[in-house]
């Protein structure tokens, strides 16, 4: 089965709503310019809680083919809990996805693979794909423990889960030490966890759900090392901070296939 590349936005803590109109405005132009086949390779953004509505209002007055989603949700229903947001609010706002468990969050939030599991397990009961992050920091990496922290993560975020939803997810692979730093994880070493993760879940859940669960890269990537990250086997697209809130590269990078 073909998995369809997925090239995702993630804007962080930037960006005013007003910021996001003209940041998604001028990204559909330069896809646009470029004749970008939204079939080939899908384009998603994450803009801040405060930007959805506007992006939604802007992607169906435009018909854009642009999708969006929110960088984090609630695994609660509704009720109170204080600053948090729900499924079904993404839900009514258009959300196709949610990243869940993006390293910041569990540094700077304390949120364990635990409750990213619960998250993304909520998300996907909603309709709405959940982005699963995972990854390692320097001192792992340097103890060359890398691939099986990974894989401990992986294993506990899919506890208890069926095959058929893990099939259906997205999982980012970001090494810490790589985020927002410019330095890029080799092809290679990008590879190495991303094939580890694919055949984990398929001992784990099969192989329809290795064949089908979207294995992206995160970790500085820009247009210049995109190609070759993309040549990799099991890497199905990139989840991109810094060059995302750069029109002109964001859409250079949807267009790996023709540099
Ligand atoms: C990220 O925030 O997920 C990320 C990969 O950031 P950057 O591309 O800036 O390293």
Redesign the pocket.
Known sequence: MARTPLLAG?W?MNMDHLEATHLVQKLAWTLGDAQHDFNRVEVAVFPPFTDIRSVQTLVDSDELKIAYGAQDVSAQDNGAFTGDISVSMLTKLGCSYV?VG???RRQYHGETDTEVGAKAAKALAAGIVPVI?CGEALEVREAGKHVEHVLGQIDAMFSGWEADAVGRVVV?Y?PIW?????K?ATPADAQEVCGAIRARISERFGAGAAESIRVLY?????PGNIKELMAQRDIDG???????LKPEDFAAMAEYQKM
């Open positions: 993630n962080k990243i993006h390293s910041e992050c980012a970001e790589a985020i927002g730093t410019g890029v995160g970790g500085s990537a820009k990139a989840l991109v901070g810094g060059a995302s």
